[in-house]
Each structure stands twice: as structure tokens, then as C-alpha cells.
């Protein structure tokens, strides 16, 4: 008999890969909700279906949230942003959470390296070290880690970093660093034009097919509930993870490294996030997974 599995934010870059991956196993019969099908910052207002009532009426096996507010910049300075955040990112997955718990079923949610303060003394962080974040943004995810611990019981909580992969179907998400920089290079490249980028900040790249493919193993071996860190191999700032993704994609473009204060933005972002896992196989290096992306690019255009 085939499981049920509820996958929320099914049009963003990670949740139409979960759908693609579970909808071609038999074991599982596939929903997908996004924004149109589901509020999940609802709560339980009168007039309207709670979302409690919403998620019981498909009694799935699994929920997987995959929906969050991600404008790390825009939440920083603006505090009706930062409300929105604190309700996507933090209260709404303890609902949910709270919800599987009274189903009995298990319950994934998605968090990030931005939980961690970063500073150069302390480069790596194992899924149990104490988060301490430093912007708004990543209050808001370490809020919504909190409330699955509270509200939840099967629960798996995987953070990841710096999310690449097949741009998402859902109006006004964000691009990838990757697919901004290839816009951008290839501009560069035909004016001429040298193109400044970062030389700091040092973390990891999630890959969305390879994250998906880690969320079914940890679920179907059963893996202990709890905190996973799933990233790709190989930390990089974002100026040698651009230079990797000119050469795999040969495009010729002049590059200047530069500080972090040259392009200054309202959020602070960590200096070292490296998401130290040590609970799972590794998954392949980056370098691999993007190369895998760029002739995906090819085929599709």
C-alpha cells in the first residue's frame, strides 16, 4: 500500500524536486500545495478552513515543508517583513509539526547555516552546537527549529546552504547565486567588463536534486528524528565558487575578488557556515553536482 505524502511549497526550487523524485516511486502517492493551494501561516481564523482541518482531510503519512520566506535583506531593517518571517519561517512549521504529531506522521522541515554566527574561531558547525544567529532572517529559522522540537514528534529538521537547481515554478522566487552569476557573466563577458565578487563568507552549496534525494533516504531508513545537516562537499567563498562555475560553463569573463564591505547589504551574513555533517554518507562535491546542473541547462534550452 502506498504512502501519502504531503509536499508543501511544491513550486519552489527544493519542493518541485521532492515532488519529481517521490512521484516517480510507487510506494508513494504524491500532493503537492503551494502558495494557491495552501496558507500555512493561517492559524486557525474564523470563516475559513484551519489548517489543521486543511492537512488532516488528506491524512498523509509525511509532511514535508519546503515553503519559506528567504529575503534575507528585506526582513532586516523592515519589521513588517520581519513579522512575515517570524510567521513563515517560525511559528507555521511548529503548526505543522503539531499537526503530523496528531496524525502520526512524520514531518520534515527545512532550516539553514544562517542559524550560526560564524566567526573564524568556530568555522564548522555539528548538527548539536548551540546556534546563535545574527541576523533576522536567521532568528526567524532558528524560531521555527525551535517550535518542530516543541510541537513535534517524528520529526527531521535538515539544514542547508547556498540552494542551486532548476529554477523554481512559483512567481517571485529568488535565483540561485549560480544562475545570477551566469546572467551576469555572460553580460560581462560580451561588454567586455570586468565582474566583482566576494571573496569571503566560506560555506557549502546544496545541490536541490542531491538534498531531495537525502530527505528520502533519512526517511526511508528510519533515521532517528532530530537535526541534519545536508550540504555538498567542498567550502568556498563565493568568488571561487564563480570562478568553478566559468570555467564548467566556459564562459570568458575578467574577475576581481573583493570584500564583503564593497558590496555592503542590510543583513549580516556569517563569515565561516560550514555545515559539518556527521550523521549521514557525504554527498558529492559541488564542482560535480553543478557541472550535473549546467548540461541539465543545455538539454532544457
Known sequence: MSQK????GSQGMLGQELVRLFSGDDQ??????DRNEIDITQGFRPGRTSLKDQVSSLMPNI????????????CENDEIEYQKAKLLNGQAPGNLAAIAKELGAIFVHYSTDYVFSGH?????????DEPNPISNYGHSKLLGE?????????YYIIRLARLFGRPAASENAKRSFFDTMLALGRKMAAENKE???VDEEVSCFTYAPDLAQATKDIIEQSQP?????????E??????AAQTLFKLANIDVKLKPVSAHDFPRPAPRPKYSILKNTKLPALRGYQEALSEYLLSRQINN
Open 120 to 128: 573564524k574561531d568556530k568555522p564548522e558547525f555539528m548538527e548539536n
Open 5 to 8: 505524502i504531503l509536499i508543501i
Open 225 to 233: 528524528i532530530g537535526i541534519y545537516h545536508v550540504t555538498n562537499q
Open 63 to 74: 509532511i514535508i515543508n519546503a515553503a519559506a520566506y528567504n529575503n534575507v535583506d528585506q
Open 28 to 33: 508513494y502517492k504524491v500532493i503537492g500545495w
Open 146 to 154: 525551535q517550535a518542530v522540537q516543541e510541537s513535534g514528534d517524528k
Open 235 to 240: 567550502a568556498v567563498t563565493w568568488f571561487t
Open 195 to 197: 565582474l566583482s565578487v
